[in-house]
């Protein structure tokens, strides 16, 4: 295979039956559902976070609360941000406050897009606690952040890339190599 | 908001005028406002995004709106704001553009913002400073960042309208053509939305070959050129042009081009009335009608302004922007 070809970490089938395993255990760890937020952190963690909450709501039988972060605003690379950066508006209306928030992204990466993400989080409110999962936890951090529940570890390289596309049959992650413009 | 369109190609350093931005650089900016408005709705209305950055407000005219709004759009996304107003200090004292310029090159700002009475001085800057350039109003020639918050609340109105999109909107500009930067910003972006745009006034507040130029239908009564239109954006008549012969006085101006509940009935039913500020109550417009919330969304503009300012300060601050 070329290396520029994509690797498929997960199919669409695969993809689906992580997030059900990830939801059984992120049920498994609440206690008291009326306490539970779920953010998910635009645009990949939104989607990942409607298929969870959906799957929470089914396990816990309850209705939790959904909101969408986005964390355009508060990166620390707006030198390298690149000329159209797509910013869609962070959409919070319940209360933060003493909230356990389920803080969800597709990948962690370096750990920069959970550090705005969680300081954005506190400009709305002071949640008890917050809890983070990921989709894919694809190494390479160069910020000590960690999940609390990850679908999937593996070690990708820096000269690679994680991400959860689209496809005809479904939702799937794919690694691809990165080539170097010369 | 305009998530349809992605071809959002912001590709400039400054923001000059309303002449060469396309419709996908006006919707993109459109859809980062919307972000920002939302900032600007919660409790805390501040975001890092520009930290580090600094941003002058350069104003050789008076313009307490204006120069608040960038300057708070600025705040807001933590860059530091300093306000000169060049108007009351150092030019009394004689000092020229390039003196003024050299002043400015070695504080090494990010973004200057500028308002001049002169049309064309943005441009000198823009050729001549490193950092961008934002036109806030220069003479009679643009004032870019009030049409796209002009752009911004027809665009949040157009459901109430039954519209999609601009294609085809009847947009009647108001009163004092001639000596307006806002019309002609207005006609431009408005253009390139789709809308069709009408310029309403008298013929000594009217510009010469205004309709190749601006690609409008010009009226010389009021009734005429808002019958059945879906915004009436009134002017300000400015003090100063009153003294002069432009007009026979301010209660005849009223008479004829004022504009009264009367004269908006002629437009359409579900039409919005606009004003850029500070607005002449009885002059080009009756009270009754600027504070009729169920019509008039002059207050709506000044909050748009906020977050189109903040749009385009983050736009020009994406280093991608600056080649």
């Known amino acids: ?182 | 908001m305009a998530t349809a369109m992605k071809a959002n190609l912001w590709n400039r350093k400054h923001l000059l005028s309303m002449r060469d931005i396309g419709r996908g650089e006006i919707l993109s900016i459109l859809d980062t406002a919307a972000s920002f408005r939302e900032v600007n709705h919660r409790d805390i209305k501040k975001v890092p995004t520009l930290r580090g950055k600094t941003i002058i407000n350069l104003f050789y005219e008076n313009s307490t709106r204006t120069r608040t709004s960038f300057e708070l759009a600025g705040k807001r996304m933590s860059a530091d704001v300093i306000n000169m107003s060049v108007a009351s200090s150092s030019v009394k004292k004689g000092e020229t553009l390039i003196d003024t310029l050299a002043t400015l090159q070695a504080m090494n700002p990010d973004v200057v913002v500028v308002r001049h009475s002169e049309s064309g001085a943005q441009e000198f800057l823009a050729r001549n400073l490193n950092a961008a350039i934002i036109n806030a109003g220069d003479g009679r020639h643009a004032h870019p960042t009030q049409a796209l918050l002009d752009i911004l609340t027809i665009h949040d109105h157009l459901p109430i309208m039954g519209r999609e999109d601009f294609q085809g909107l009847k947009v009647a500009i108001c009163g004092d053509i001639l000596h307006s930067r806002v019309a002609r910003s207005n006609a431009q972006g408005l253009a390139t939305m789709g809308a069709q745009v009408r310029f309403v006034g008298p013929p000594t507040l009217m510009p010469s070959k205004v309709e190749e130029a601006f690609n409008v239908k010009v009226f010389h009564h009021m009734e005429e050129g808002i019958e059945g239109v879906n915004v009436v954006m009134m002017l300000r008549l400015q003090q100063e042009r009153m003294a002069k012969a432009y007009i026979p006085s301010v209660r005849e101006y009223f008479h004829y081009w004022g504009l009264t509940r009367k004269r908006l009935a002629l437009a359409s039913e579900t039409a919005i009335v606009m004003h850029p500020g500070p607005m002449n109550r009885g002059v080009e417009i009756a009270s009754e009608v600027a504070d009729d919330l169920e019509r008039s969304v002059i207050l709506e503009q000044v909050a748009n302004g906020l977050a189109i300012r903040m749009a385009v300060l983050y736009r020009l601050c994406t280093p991608g922007s600056r080649s």
């Open chain 1, 1 to 182: 295979m070329s290396k520029d070809q994509p690797i498929v970490v997960l199919s669409p089938q695969e993809t689906l039956v992580t997030l059900d395993t990830l939801a059984d255990r992120l049920a498994q760890s609440i206690a008291r559902p009326e306490k539970r937020v779920v953010v998910g952190i635009r645009r990949g963690g939104a989607l990942v976070a409607r298929m969870l909450r959906e799957r929470l709501n089914r396990l816990l039988d309850h209705n939790l609360p959904l909101g969408f972060l986005d964390i355009s605003f508060y990166r620390d690379d707006l030198d390298t941000v690149g000329p159209n950066p797509v910013v869609a508006p962070t959409d919070l209306e319940m209360d933060l406050d003493d909230k356990r928030i389920i803080l969800i992204d597709d990948v962690l990466f370096t750990g920069r897009t959970i550090r705005a993400g969680l300081n954005a989080l506190f400009d709305y409110g002071r949640p008890e606690r917050v809890d983070l999962v990921v989709l894919v936890d694809r190494g390479c951090r160069q910020l000590p952040i960690q999940p609390d529940f990850a679908g999937v570890v593996l070690e990708a390289g820096r000269n690679e890339t994680v991400k959860l596309v689209e496809s005809p049959e479904g939702w799937m992650v794919v690694l691809k190599h990165i080539t170097k413009a010369s």
